[in-house]
Structure formats: C-alpha cells, structure tokens
C-alpha cells in the first residue's frame, strides 16, 4: 500500500466512523491543488542539473495551506500528496487557522554544496511563489530543510512580491522573524499530551520507564522533559545503534557524548555507565517499558514485530512510525497509541504562532509561547478523548475524527465552493 493508500485509508475510517457528508470526503480525497516545478540549477563545475520539485495544497478551509519543505532523493508525488492531508489532519485536530500542504525537492542535499543548495532553493521559491503567501500558503521546514534555507525562500518570495514578507514562511531563524521556542515545540507539545494522557491513566512519572527511539531535535528535548518529570530513561537510539541502562539516562549528558563522539552508543563503557549494554534495534523496540516514544522515522513498528512490543503506551512524535498492519496488532493487543498528528502538533502549532507574530507584527515571550501551546495541546488531547469514548474507536481514529467535524462545521456553513 502507499503512503497515500494508508491516508485515504485512515481517513475513510474516520470518515465511515462519524458517517461524515460523503460529499465532503470527495473533496477531502484530492489535493485542492498540486504544483510540480522543474529547477534549473548551475553547479559549481559549471554543469547545468534540473531538478524536480512539488508543492501539495491539500486543503485551506481553515485558513492558508501549511506544511513543510522536504528536500530528499526519495521524494515523489505520492508521498508530497499524503504529508499534505496529514497536515490538514494535523491542523484540525489542534485547532489552528491554516490548512494543509507539503512540499518537496527529489534531491540528496548532502551532495551540494553550500551555494549549489542556495540556488536551488531560490529557484523553487521563484517557482512556487505566484501560488504560496502569507495568506495563501505558508511552508516550513521538513526532513533535511532549514532555518537558513526558510530565509532564502523569505528573500525570493519578498523580491517576488517587491516586500518583506516575513509570514510567507516559519522556521525561520530567531534574528529574521523566527518564534521563540520553535526548538523545542515539538518535543514540548508531546509532552503536553502525555501529561494528559498520565493524569486519565493514573501513570506516575517516579515509577514510569521510558525508551526514546531518535536522538535528534524531537527525540532529545522530549528525553530531556520526560527527566525533568520524574520519568526513568531506560532506552535510547541513534541512527548508529541503541543503548539501554536499568539504572537510566540523564539525556544532557548523552547528548554531550554524541555531540563529541557521533553515537549515542558511544556511552557505552564510559566511567558512570557501567550497566549500559548496546542492543540492536529489532530488540530495542520490543524492550519492557511502560512507554515508547516514537521519534526517528517511518514505519518502525509493523506488522513484523508489532506483536513482540511490550510497551503499555507509545507516543509518536515521528510521522508514520507505525504501519497499519502494526497498528491493527497494537490496538489488540490493548497498546494505547497517541497518534503522530496529535502528539507531534506542537511543531505546527509554534509554526502558526511564528506566523501570527509575522503578519500582526508582533513578538512575543518564551513564556507567552508556551502559554498558549500548553492550552492547545491540553485542549486538542480532551477533544481526542472524547471522541475516542464516544465512537470507542482508537486514539488515531478519533484524532482525524476530531479534525474533520472542524472540517465539517466550515463545509456546513457553506462557504467552500
Ligand atoms: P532529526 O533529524 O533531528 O532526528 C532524527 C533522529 O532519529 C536522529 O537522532 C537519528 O539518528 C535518528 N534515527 C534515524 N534513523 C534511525 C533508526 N533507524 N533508529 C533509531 N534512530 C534513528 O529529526 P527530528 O526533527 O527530531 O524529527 C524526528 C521525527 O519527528 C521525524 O519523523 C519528523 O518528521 C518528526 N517531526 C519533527 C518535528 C520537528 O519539529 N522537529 C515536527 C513534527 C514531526
């Protein structure tokens, strides 16, 4: 099945399960509108290299499309279309004023050099930018995109336009329009749910284990809350290998060893870690703990080893890390998933939060940020659980349940077509 099957797949039940105006999932099966540019780049050799780029605008009911920019060789048009309706999903389940979409460049950007990878990302922005604005579409960054790279896009657009358009797109750095706590919004976010989902579990922090998979910006900040909690960080893992200690991690002082060394496995035999043992990552996700957080990749737990998982809960701060095939096994099994669309939609929340501050030429503290995250999350996680216990369907079912009844009041007031 593809990654766009699995969507329409996943959001044909939601649909089925809130018996959802047939008319409006029609609309809601397509992109609104697809964009597909061809780049053409001057190398540093002189060499001309055209590469192929997309932007999904799946849906602006709301308010402006929203969505990352992904730069990968393995990007297609499948892949571009499903990460467009997750956002829509994503968008509605928090509540924020945008839409979805997502766009992408089929390119190994590790390949490029400094200048190849500026010029390249001018010329996509100069090519979508007559169909993207701070009122019409507004990207973000993605897998391999950054804070630099969303400054680029800014300068294009800004030029197209013939003015400085700060909202057009977020993840910006902080010096040129960013928002304070942008770093940590995802991890932030999840976090945020899981202390509602520990308050309506009873789970208690000073006695919970906790195995992070993915040591990057989510996965370390979400290990660095969860010990600030209480929680036992018994497990982590890298995309060299994975570590495990019953006595537990401080997450600072891993991150540290990482940062010198490149692993997290190099933790192992240092003074102070003498019970840290390396395991592969077959074994590292079927490991005794109490909760899993998802934080690397796609399709991690599936239908292969889902039965082998032995976590009580899993949070996936990933998108897609588990399969349907996996996430059919979980929900038999009784494993209580916080679906990727409610537990990482901190991310887009502080993004929306940067783009208001842009537009209404505003800026505001660390601790306002937060303050309005916090409502968000705590708010979106009781919506899920109400229509979790009210169509008694799963956590993930219920959160796209969630975003389209919002879909649905917008259809029903008429506005849309
Ligand atoms: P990142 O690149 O900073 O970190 C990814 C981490 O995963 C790295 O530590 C990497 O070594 C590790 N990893 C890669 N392959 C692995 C494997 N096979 N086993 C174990 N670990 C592996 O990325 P990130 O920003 O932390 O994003 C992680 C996930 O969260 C992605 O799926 C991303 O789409 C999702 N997400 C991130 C954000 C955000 O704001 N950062 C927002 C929403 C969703």
Redesign the pocket.
Known sequence: MSLYENTLAQMKKAADTMSLDPELYAVLEEPMRIVEVHIPVRMDDGSLKVFTGYRSQHNNFAGPFKGGIRYHQQVDLGEVKALSAWMTMKTGVVGIPMGGGKGGIIVNPKELSEGELERLSRGYARLIAPVIGDQVDVPAP??NTTGQIMSWIKDEYSKFVGKETPGVITGKPLEDGGSLGRNT??AQGGMYVLDKLAEEKGIDPASASVVI????????FMAKMLREKGYAVKGL????G?IVSDSGFEPDEVLEIKKAEGSVVNVEGKPGYEDVRTCS?GE?VEMECDILVL????N?ITGENAENVKAKYIIE?????INPEGDAILQEKGVLVVP?ILA?AG??TVSYFEWHQNVNDEKWTAEEVDEKLTKIMYDSYVKVAENRDKYSCTMRIAAFITAMQRLDTLWKEGKKI
């Open positions: 993605d897998v919004a995802t998979q993915g040591f990057g910006n989510a996965g370390h893992a890298d995309s060299r994975c990552s590292f934080a690397a990749l796609e991690q701060l990933a998108n897609g890390p990727d990482n991310g887009v």
